[in-house]
């Protein structure tokens, strides 16, 4: 599965870029003041918030073991292959992969801090802090790992192949389909949180497409070529 994704991400630098989409269903459920907070202690301090994460969640760690060895693999398979991508002016293309685990890890550690951060603020005890901060991480992003991937990618390898992104976007469409219907229980204020539900899904939908287009230089352009 792992070798899969790579082989499907290789040469694809826009998709680095397109991760930042996925902080968009993240702040449905945590709150955008806290996402910020995380995400400049990330940045400035990323040692100890993955320090923190790891001893405090045993699914972060285990992720974040994870991206270490496939970020190690892939280096070491830069490492080896250096003349000839140098040579085909490649460098920056094949290093690609590594940034989105990188990136993916930044985005990870964020989410996890946020909601972390959240529901101690909100009078939660550690262990429920950290039971809600793995399962905000868990809905809102992706993950190439097979102990994520759903029933249905377990099969053949071509199924793996074209099943690889089911998992993440049954996550999505699990949560989007979850917060919409708490809104039911609602006493008041029940149209303002579907209409801002349904906000957040379209900008999901369309901030990857954006990112996309942004990186590729494509954004005002007009013409059909």
Do not use: C, H
Request: proline fraction near 2%; charged fraction near 20%.
């Amino acid at each position: 599965r792992n070798n899969q994704a790579s082989q499907l991400m290789f040469l694809n630098i826009p998709n680095t870029f397109q991760q930042l989409a996925n902080l968009v269903p993240a702040s449905l459920r945590v709150k955008p003041s806290f996402l910020l907070n995380s995400a400049k202690e990330t940045i400035a301090n990323n040692k100890a918030m993955t320090v923190m994460a790891s001893e405090k969640s045993t699914f972060m760690r285990n992720a974040l073991d994870r991206s270490a060895e496939n970020a190690m693999r892939e280096t070491e398979s830069m490492i080896k292959n250096q003349g000839k991508i140098e040579r085909g002016g490649k460098w920056l293309s094949s290093n690609a992969y590594l940034s989105q685990i990188y990136f993916q890890n930044v985005l990870n550690l964020t989410v996890w801090g946020a909601s972390y951060d959240q529901a101690i603020a909100n009078g939660n005890g550690e262990i429920d802090s950290v039971r809600i901060a793995d399962e905000d991480v868990r809905q809102t992003q992706s993950s190439m790992a097979a102990e994520d991937a759903a029933a249905v990618e377990s099969q053949t390898p071509l199924v793996k192949m074209l099943m690889m992104f089911y998992g993440f976007f049954n996550n999505m469409g699990n949560m989007y389909t979850s917060e919409w219907a708490k809104t039911s229980a609602l006493s008041g204020g029940r149209g303002a949180k579907r209409a801002a539900i349904a906000g957040n899904y379209i900008v999901f939908a369309l901030l990857g497409r954006v990112a996309i287009d942004a990186v590729r230089g494509k954004i005002g352009d007009d013409d059909d070529d």
